[in-house]
């Protein structure tokens, strides 16, 4: 029996320290970054097709940023 095709992929996007941005897929072991937004989007998707079987990927990719901001006390 086949499995059926996920509905949903979440992923935590961060600022890299250096520049860019980093994606990391939550439950699962994807990882790509870029030094930009778009490209960024696209290696997220060339990364989730690269992961799953024809068939067997999401229905659609969320992306979760993250934003850190430090107030002085």
Do not use: S, W
């Not at 961060?14 to 994807?30: C, F, R, S, V």
């Not at 696209?42 to 229905?59: I, S």
């Amino acid at each position: 029996m086949m499995a059926a095709a996920m509905d949903e992929i979440i992923f935590q996007i961060d600022q890299a320290p250096e520049g860019g941005y980093t994606a990391k897929a939550l439950g699962h072991a994807i990882f790509t970054e870029a030094e930009t937004l778009d490209e960024l989007r696209a290696n997220v998707r060339d990364a989730v097709r690269c992961h799953f079987d024809e068939g067997r990927g999401p229905k659609l990719i969320r992306l979760h940023f993250v934003h850190d901001e430090v107030l002085a006390a």
